[in-house]
């Protein structure tokens, strides 16, 4: 039966390096995304892509070790195939209008698509967002978090998604009517994301382990840790959480400047804190707040690379490598394109 998957990429307002903790994010996904198309049937899943080099060949029984498997990309074709076990294989063909490395969760846009064309049950995304979660860990080792994969599947269009990593609830707040988002590439592609995702995370671990859980601190609480190290760590945690709630409710109520100076505050937490900012990227957030209808901006995403997100009045002109701008866009989606149908 033929098959049209599609899964959005995100870019995320504010709560980054926060999911992962049991905290707060505000991300939404965007019109870029990734799309399988092909056709159910056979005892492999068997995908090709216009953009990575060989085909991904995994048996429905899925693979010992997703990890290493080759090529690359086919990992997270083989995890996925591991975690929604399908009755039915697919041959298809990947097609992606997200810049892979760049924070806007091309990796878990491609997981949420297999996912998608293998069946997994679009009604209860939360369920297929924790399997591409622990997909996406086992094809890479990298502990992420929830945020990627659950805001691809559970978007809601013209609405930004308060998360709440720890009970798994979603809150839709919407975006206000005046505003759009623009996302900027710094042209710094992301290369050591991996181990220093893990130890950012790790040194968060580290400071709970001194304060309690950061999701429940107070700022003040981690001033008391002695390691600077871990105490910025935690600082950036706990003030990001409190963020997220403060920009929801400016959204909400359409305090546009209020929530630019908020995005300029987790830039910076993230730059001094968190320490996940590049030069580049600093630059690109100072040189864009000072452009007429820009309220604010700030890396999005992982760091280390990758986007800046901007968040500004409708058609404010915006110099520099613009790769998306727009409102909230819808989640991940499932279309039957066999002939009989139309
Ligand atoms: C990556 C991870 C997410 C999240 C962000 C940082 O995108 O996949 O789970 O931790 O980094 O906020």
Redesign the pocket.
């Known amino acids: 039966m033929g098959l049209r998957a599609w899964a959005p990429g995100r870019v ?1 307002l504010i ?6 903790m049991g905290g707060l ?1 505000l991300p939404m996904a965007i019109g870029l995304g990734t799309e399988i198309t092909g056709d159910h049937g056979g005892n492999w899943v068997m995908l090709g892509s216009d953009r990575f080099e060989g085909v991904a060949e995994i048996p429905l029984a899925g693979v010992d070790d997703p990890a290493a498997v080759e090529p690359p990309w086919a990992r997270y074709v083989a995890a996925v195939v591991g975690e929604i076990t399908p009755d039915d294989g697919l041959v298809g063909m990947v097609q992606s209008t997200l810049p892979a490395g760049s ?1 806007l ?1 091309s990796s ?1 846009a491609l997981q949420v698509a297999v996912a998608t064309a293998l069946g997994a049950d679009l009604g209860d995304p939360l369920a297929v967002a924790q399997a591409c979660q622990r997909a ?1 860990q086992r094809a890479t080792g990298v502990p ?5 994969q659950l805001v691809s599947l559970a978007a809601v269009e013209g609405s930004v998604l308060r998360i709440d990593c720890d009970a798994l609830t979603i809150d839709h707040v919407p975006f206000p009517e005046d505003a759009e988002i623009v996302v900027i590439h710094s042209g710094e592609h992301r290369e050591l994301t991996g181990s220093a ?1 893990a130890m950012r995370r790790a040194e968060c671990e580290a400071a709970e382990a001194v304060v309690g859980r950061l999701r429940d601190a107070d700022p003040v609480d981690v001033e008391a840790i002695e390691d600077p190290v871990l105490r910025r760590r935690a600082r950036h945690v706990t003030t990001e959480n409190r963020r997220v709630d403060a920009l929801a409710s400016a959204l909400a109520k359409d305090q546009l400047a209020y929530a630019g100076e908020l995005l300029v505050a987790s830039h910076a937490s993230l730059r001094d804190d968190f320490e996940v900012s590049t030069p580049m990227l600093d630059q690109i957030v100072g040189t864009v707040r000072g452009v007429p209808g820009v309220y604010g901006a700030r890396v999005t ?2 760091g280390f690379g990758g986007c800046v997100v901007v968040l500004c009045k409708p058609k404010t002109r915006i110099g520099g490598p613009v790769v998306w701008r727009g409102r909230p866009a819808p989640g991940a989606a499932l279309q039957r394109t066999d002939q009989s149908q139309g």
């Open positions: 995320n709560g980054d390096h926060t999911d992962y994010v924070g969760a878990a996406e992420v978090g929830i945020m990627d995702y995403g992982a």
